[in-house]
Antibody
Framework: QVHLVQSGAEVRKPGASVKVSCKAS????????ITWVRQAPGQGLEWMGW????????KSGQKVQDRVTMTTDTSTNTAYMELRSLRSDDSAVYFCARGNPLQPAMSPFDFWGQGTMVIVSS | SYVLTQPPSVSVAPGQTARITCGGN??????VHWYQQKPGQAPVLVVF???DRPSGIPKRFSGSNSGNTATLSISRVEAGDEADFYCQVWDTTSDHGLFGGGTKLTVL
């Protein structure tokens, strides 16, 4: 069965960086992509970006595109999302989800990680 | 940029049918996916490609999409269906994923 297990909660000061991991199991990692979604407290879902575990191609949302780096390590079946220059409004739960390996428009996000809470506070 | 509009809340009595809408300009021309999120949990895909259900999702969940409105229908609603529901599309203009604002389903 497909599982995505994310790293634990993080607390950072404004201006710092955070790196969240998402370890996949139960499927061929490099045959899919990974999408990152975040949810601020009491708010809806916000699509952040997508990375292909097949070829490393990425797409990023406008709000974070200058501050986010998404990578994958196919030797450990793990995806990473690093967000830099953190602000208080980056405080949110960050989710990874499985998606299409080449054309993110073509597939839904069918399996999700449990979420990682990131708190940005001075 | 493309906008998806959902009602903030929908209420329905047990056993009735809940209909949650997702409005967007000519949304009938794109593929819509629906996610259910219960408090403190990750979202779960319940309908994809407008009308298809993933394995394990009850047949009570169904979707439709035409014109400017996509709809998630939940028949014979149960207390356990209470959750937030989000529609999602791929915005081809920006080449980004996009979620609706979410709808809280309350079972009376």
């Amino acid at each position: 069965q497909v599982h995505l297990v994310q790293s634990g909660a993080e607390v950072r000061k404004p201006g710092a960086s955070v790196k969240v991991s998402c370890k996949a199991s139960g499927y061929r990692f490099n045959s899919y992509g990974i999408t990152w979604v975040r949810q601020a407290p009491g708010q809806g879902l916000e699509w952040m970006g997508w990375i292909s575990a097949h070829n490393g191609k990425t797409k990023s949302g406008q709000k974070v595109q200058d501050r986010v780096t998404m990578t994958t390590d196919t030797s450990t079946n793990t995806a990473y999302m690093e967000l830099r220059s953190l602000r208080s409004d980056d405080s949110a739960v960050y989710f990874c989800a499985r998606g299409n390996p080449l054309q993110p428009a073509m597939s839904p996000f069918d399996f999700w990680g449990q979420g990682t809470m990131v708190i940005v506070s001075s | 940029s493309y906008v998806l509009t959902q009602p903030p809340s929908v209420s329905v009595a047990p056993g009735q049918t809940a209909r949650i809408t997702c409005g967007g300009n000519n949304i009938g021309s794109v593929s819509v996916h629906w996610y259910q999120q219960k408090p403190g949990q990750a979202p779960v895909l319940v309908v994809f490609g407008n009308t298809d259900r993933p394995s394990g999702i009850p047949k009570r969940f169904s979707g439709s999409n035409s014109g400017n409105t996509a709809t998630l229908s939940i028949s014979r609603v149960e207390a356990g269906d209470e959750a937030d529901f989000y529609c999602q599309v791929w915005d081809t203009t920006s080449d980004h994923g996009l979620f609706g604002g979410g709808t809280k389903l309350t079972v009376l």
